[in-house]
């Protein structure tokens, strides 16, 4: 049975926590900063969990992470 490859962009864009918990950073922090409040600059800047449909599809493709 050969192995099963991590997907490599997914693996670059996620991360596994010790507890099992699935982060990815919030999205549209490119470009048109400028306008947006600080409050929403700020939050734009952690990091947020995925929700649990996600977490399927992302733990196939991350079998050992």
């Known amino acids: 049975?050969?192995?099963i490859k991590t997907h490599k962009a997914t693996a670059k864009r996620f991360k596994i926590t010790r507890n099992n918990k699935i982060?990815?950073?919030?999205?549209?922090?490119d470009?048109?900063?400028?306008?947006?409040?600080?409050?929403?600059t700020r939050t734009k800047r952690r990091d947020i969990t995925v929700s649990?449909?996600?977490v399927k599809i992302i733990k196939r493709l991350m079998p050992y992470n």
């Open 1 to 3: 049975m050969p192995k």
């Open 23 to 29: 982060l990815h950073r919030k999205a549209g922090q």
């Open 31 to 40: 470009h048109f900063n400028a306008r947006e409040s600080g409050n929403v």
């Open 52 to 54: 649990d449909t996600g």
